[in-house]
Nanobody
């Protein structure tokens, strides 16, 4: 299974950006898709997750009400719409896939497959 993230870039505070992640390879089981982000010297931070058939969506406290996750199971893609971006949103964003169907708090260790990361930089 391979994940390919795209859509990062340099934007100004208040702007919007949409990240996409394409999943390829043979994985027939239902899976949860998630987004994490990481800055140098910091642990990977949970951003958002969506379970199989979009039955449940979760968001980190710092992005709730600004970010929206969506998935298209027919196309095997998951998107992250990021609005009202802030300089503190600057990070490398990673998409990930998990065979778990639910979690109280999603952690990086819950996810098996990871994309390569895409840089998001928000200037003030």
């Amino acid at each position: 299974v391979q994940l390919q993230a795209s859509g990062g870039g340099l934007v100004q505070a208040g702007d919007s950006l949409r990240l996409s992640c394409a999943v390829s390879g043979r994985w027939t089981s239902p899976y949860t898709m998630g987004w994490f982000r990481q800055t140098p010297g910091q642990e990977r931070e949970f951003v958002s997750a969506v379970t199989w058939k979009s039955s449940r969506k979760s968001y980190g406290a710092s992005v709730k009400d600004r970010f929206t996750i969506s998935r298209d199971d027919a196309k095997n893609t998951v998107d992250l719409q990021m609005n009202s971006l802030k300089p503190e949103d600057t990070a490398v964003y990673y998409c990930a896939a998990s065979s778990r169907m639910s979690a109280v708090n999603w952690r990086p260790s819950d996810f098996t497959f990871w994309g390569q990361g895409t840089q998001v930089t928000v200037s003030s």
